[in-house]
């Protein structure tokens, strides 16, 4: 940094968005990052004429107490160092004789006299003069190398107007003075800090080449720049050592990119796409970009066919498609809707048995309550300008459904009893409406489709409903256990004598369409209907384990548990925009011609 610099720096008020370091906090901030530096090092670094801080302040007096008094960095005192840099206050080190940083601090006053500051970008360069041999740096290549990192590291300076984006991935990130900091965006002029600095445009380029080559390296992977970019701020500054150096520069990267899409007027290449010269990320346009480079796959990979939205921009579309490809399971890929808490608690136990957790196969089950809570009731509600009483609908699940599944191929799965006619509610479009989700598929009116897909009638849904429901011909208890079981579980469990003629009883009844249930066993065995659920089920395995009957998985609660599982299978998560439009296709044709939908594959139609 030379004189000119540095009233620049300080006239622009470039210390405010990445404030300078005085040596403890320097020295810390490099040994956070894995890079081990002692005040001892950087005076032999300046000593040797290597190495110097942007800048260094002499004792200012503060009369009544007569101490030092160490620089807040906002933008409230502007005059304040302006003032100071021209009194001589602060100064460059490099045009004084060297002093013994011994010298910076009076014992006797108890005082300190001076006081260094660094940049944070500096850590580069202190990287750099740590891996070469102290005999080897008074070569001519070192000198010419040193004069390349100064450069460097000033053209990081002379932008780090823009490091708030750094910090967000491409987001503001307000600083500490709010609002002003868009003016001050408005007025910065590239051309006249890469002029104060003796650098050109190009320079911009090759240090963003330069920065975003090193990132794979120091962070593992492509992927994990992604998630890198994504993740919290705070959540990063927690890391140390090499991985938060990588973040870093990282940041470094993100800077530079806000900088000269700012610039340029338009996007440029991400930070993981840096595949080209440097010139190529000024020339070339990255939506036009083709072929096998990383943006031109990513083009063919995550550009909508219909919208022509490029859904790798889109923050939670990417992040989606990342979690997918990473395998992280992060979004169902099935939907199982029930009734009831029985079916709620006992489900995940069943699948357990099957050595499976719902969490990783992508099941989530959502107890609704009701069958009427899909599609909600009017109220009335008076208008406060009209004083009139309007019709308004309470919203329900049938939209969700609809999103979900269209939006994330979230299969929806219905669980129920036949008394709330589930099916039906399905096939009226009360729990979802099927026209609107086929058209959402095919991007046609559904008459469109109608008149090439659909069979006429009410029939034309039934197949394909079927695949999306199953209901008890009684209910969770009848269906899936025989009455020797209940009648087990229940006077354990109740410490009742109930006899087998009394619980084949519930069974003739609800035969003859009499829907009592264990209701009608009394109100303690009403109360202890879960209890009595897990004891059945604990005596089932138990039974397994010790006889390995087989006939247990011709019960119903294992047929609809192997279609649930098979549906989440044979439903992949995608992992970029044209595989979800893959599936999307795949599951309209199979939708609109009432087929299995987790049986579907696209050479069978």
């Not at 965006?185 to 090759?206: F, M, P, R, S, T």
């Not at 969700?400 to 479009?429: C, M, S």
């Not at 925009?577 to 999307?584: P, R």
Request: one cysteine or more.
């Amino acid at each position: 940094m030379n004189y000119e610099f540095l009233k620049y720096y300080f006239k622009k008020e470039l210390y405010v968005e990445n404030p300078p370091l005085n040596m403890k906090n320097f020295i810390e901030f490099c040994d956070k990052r894995g890079i081990k530096l002692t005040q001892d090092k950087l005076e032999k670094f300046e000593k040797n004429g290597w190495f110097y801080p942007i800048f260094r302040v002499k004792d200012f007096k503060n009369k009544p107490r007569n101490i030092f008094i160490s620089l807040d960095f906002h933008p409230e005192h502007h005059n304040d160092f302006n003032k100071l840099l021209n009194e001589g206050y602060i100064f460059l080190p490099q045009e004084k004789d060297f002093m013994e940083f011994s010298k910076f601090f009076d014992k006797t006053s108890r005082k300190r006299k001076f006081e260094s500051f660094y940049s944070t970008f500096q850590i580069y360069h202190v990287i750099e003069l740590l891996k070469y041999d102290p005999k080897n740096k008074n070569n001519i290549f070192f000198d010419s190398y040193q004069i390349y990192i100064e450069k460097f590291i000033n053209l990081l300076i002379a932008t780090q107007i823009y490091s708030p984006y750094g910090k967000s991935n491409g987001v503001y990130f307000y600083p500490n003075y709010g609002n002003n900091y868009h003016e001050k965006i408005k007025e910065y002029n590239l051309n006249e800090a890469l002029d104060v600095i003796g650098a050109k445009e190009d320079d911009l380029y090759k240090t963003y080449f330069e920065i975003c080559n090193k990132l794979e390296y120091m962070l593992g992977s492509r992927f994990a720049i992604q998630l890198w970019k994504n993740i919290a701020w705070d959540k990063k500054d927690d890391c140390k050592g090499s991985t938060r150096l990588g973040i870093e520069y990282l940041q470094w990267a993100e800077m530079l990119k806000e900088c000269i899409q700012h610039h340029l007027g338009r996007e440029i290449f991400d930070v993981d796409e840096i595949d080209m010269s440097p010139e190529d990320i000024k020339n070339n346009i990255p939506s036009k970009e083709t072929g096998r480079s990383i943006r031109g796959c990513r083009n063919e990979d995550f550009t909508h066919e219909i919208t022509g939205e490029y859904e790798f921009n889109n923050h939670q579309k990417r992040l989606f498609y990342l979690a997918n490809y990473l395998n992280l399971n992060y979004h169902p890929k099935v939907v199982v809707f029930v009734e009831g808490k029985t079916e709620e608690i006992m489900l995940p136990m069943f699948l357990k048995f099957y050595a499976i957790s719902c969490d990783n196969l992508g099941i989530e089950i959502i107890n609704i309550g009701g069958v009427s809570n899909f599609y909600g009731k009017n109220i009335r509600i008076k208008d406060e300008n009209t004083r009139k009483y309007m019709d308004n609908i309470v919203t329900s699940y049938k939209h969700l459904i609809n999103y979900n599944l269209h939006k994330w191929q979230a299969l929806p799965y219905f669980l129920g009893d036949d008394e709330n006619k589930l099916t039906e509610r399905v096939l009226e479009g009360r729990v979802f409406d099927l026209k609107e989700l086929f058209e959402k598929f095919d991007g046609r009116n559904i008459k469109e489709i109608e008149k090439k897909h659909l069979e006429s009638g009410k029939e034309k849904y039934e197949k394909m409903i079927k695949e999306w429901s199953h209901i008890w011909e009684y209910d969770f208890e009848l269906d899936n256990y025989t009455p020797e079981e209940l009648q087990k579980a229940i006077n354990e469990v109740c410490e009742t004598d109930f006899s087998l003629k009394k619980i084949k009883n519930i069974y003739k009844h609800s035969q003859n369409g009499e829907k009592k249930g264990l209701k009608s066993l009394g109100d303690i065995v009403e109360a202890n209907k879960i209890p009595i659920n897990k004891k059945a089920f604990k005596n089932l395995v138990k039974h397994y384990k010790e006889t390995h009957d087989e006939s247990i998985f011709d019960k119903d609660i294992f047929k609809v548990l192997d279609k649930i599982i098979d549906m989440a299978i044979f439903n992949p998560a995608p992992i970029n925009t044209k595989h979800s439009m893959s599936n999307v296709s795949e599951l309209g044709v199979y939708l609109m011609n009432g087929k299995d939908i987790y049986k579907r594959d696209k050479y069978e139609l």
